[in-house]
C-alpha cells in the first residue's frame, strides 16, 4: 500500500518531555499544554519520542501515554509523528504499531546501532523493508546525529529504501550540507527529505531539502515556520534574516547543551520544561547564564 501523499513540507517540532517533579512520571498536562502552544503557529506538526524528548529513556507505556495526549490536541490539519525507533526489529513494529494505533500520521525510525559492527547496509536494509512492509502508517528514516551512540546511514541505502512505497522520508541530522544533498539526488523525485539542524534549515531548503524536525523549533517555532513559508514563497531576505536569528540559538543551546539546555531554555521561555530524566543532569549554572544570554539576544525573554 502506498502512503506517498502524506506531505512532510514544513516544520516539526521533536517535542520535549516533560516529567512531574514529585513522581517522574510523564506529565501529560504539561506535554499537552506545550503541544497547544506550538500549534498555535504555522508549524507543520509535532514529533513525539525523538530524540529531543528523550525517546530512548521512556518506558513503552509512557510513549503510549505521550502520544493519547498529543493526539487530543493536534489538530487535524497539522501531523503527528512518533519515535518508534529500538534496538531489535521486534520492538521496532510493536512501538510502530502503538504508535499507529494512537492516531499517529507517520513514524520516525533511528537505527539500530548498539551492535554496530554488524549492522551492515545489507542488515538495516532488512531490519527497514520488514518496518516498512509492516508499519500501518507512512515510514521516516532517521538519521541520527552522528554524535549519538549511533551509525550513518549510506545514502545508496537511503536511495534503496526510498523506493518502497510505504518509506516517505528521511530526516537527517548530520549538519553536513554535502551529505543531506546526497540524500536529496540519490532518492525517488517524491521523496522528502528534511533537515535535523536548525543552523543548516535555509542552505537545507537551497538544496532541495522538504523542510526540517528541528529541536530549536521547540523554542523558536514561529520563526523556523515563517523561515520556511518565506522561502517557498521566493522572500529569500526575509527567509535569510530568520536564519540570522534561529542560528545561533540552535548552535548555542540545541547543538552545545541537547536535552537539558533545550528543557531550561522552554521554563524561561514560559513552556514546561523541567528536569531531564537521569541520568542526564539539569543544566549547570554556566550553561544556564549562557542560555539567558542567548534568549536575552535574540530579545526573546518577556515575549509569548
Do not use: C
Not at 529513556?57 to 505521550?66: A, F, G, M, P, V
Not at 523542510?211 to 523549533?217: D, E, K, M, P, S
Amino acid at each position: 500500500m502506498s502512503h506517498r501523499s502524506i506531505d512532510l513540507d514544513g516544520i516539526l517540532i521533536p517535542g520535549a518531555t516533560p516529567f512531574d517533579p514529585e513522581t517522574g512520571d510523564v506529565d501529560v498536562v504539561a506535554l499537552r499544554a506545550n503541544v497547544r502552544r506550538w500549534m498555535a503557529t504555522p508549524v507543520r506538526g509535532v514529533v513525539i519520542g525523538g530524540s529531543t524528548g528523550e525517546a530512548v529513556l521512556l518506558d513503552r507505556d509512557e510513549r503510549q501515554k505521550s502520544l493519547d495526549a498529543a493526539r487530543g490536541v493536534v489538530p487535524e490539519d497539522r501531523l503527528l509523528v512518533a519515535g518508534t525507533g529500538a534496538e531489535s526489529t521486534r520492538m521496532t513494529l510493536a512501538l510502530t504499531r502503538d504508535a499507529a494505533q494512537r492516531g499517529a500520521d507517520a513514524v520516525l525510525v533511528q537505527p539500530p546501532a548498539f551492535y554496530k559492527g554488524a549492522m551492515t547496509p545489507e542488515v538495516l536494509r532488512e531490519h527497514y523493508l520488514a518496518l516498512a512492509d509492516d508499519s500501518p502508517v507512512p515510514v521516516i528514516l532517521y538519521q541520527v546525529p552522528l554524535r549519538f551512540s549511533t551509525l550513518e546511514l549510506p545514502s545508496g541505502l537511503i536511495g534503496e529504501l526510498s523506493e518502497h512505497p510505504n518509506v516517505v522520508g528521511v530526516k537527517d541530522s548530520r549538519g553536513d550540507l554535502g551529505k543531506l544533498a546526497e540524500y536529496v539526488t540519490g532518492s525517488r523525485d517524491d521523496f522528502q527529505v528534511l533537515v535535523g539542524s536548525g543552523s543548516a534549515l535555509y542552505a537545507s531548503l537551497e538544496v532541495g531539502a522538504t523542510g526540517g524536525i528541528l529541536g530549536v523549533a521547540n523554542l523558536v517555532p514561529g520563526w523556523t515556520a515563517e523561515l520556511h513559508q518565506a522561502f517557498r514563497s521566493g522572500d529569500q531576505s526575509r527567509a535569510g534574516a530568520l536564519q540570522e536569528k534561529v542560528a545561533p540559538l540552535h548552535n548555542g543551546i540545541i547543538g552545545a547543551m541537547g536535552v537539558p539546555g533545550v528543557k531550561f531554555a522552554l521554563d524561561r521561555l514560559g513552556y514546561h520544561g523541567g528536569e531531564p530524566r537521569r541520568p542526564l543532569r539539569s543544566l549547570a549554572a554556566p550553561g544556564q547564564q549562557k542560555v539567558e544570554e542567548l534568549l536575552t539576544a535574540a530579545e526573546l525573554l518577556g515575549q509569548d
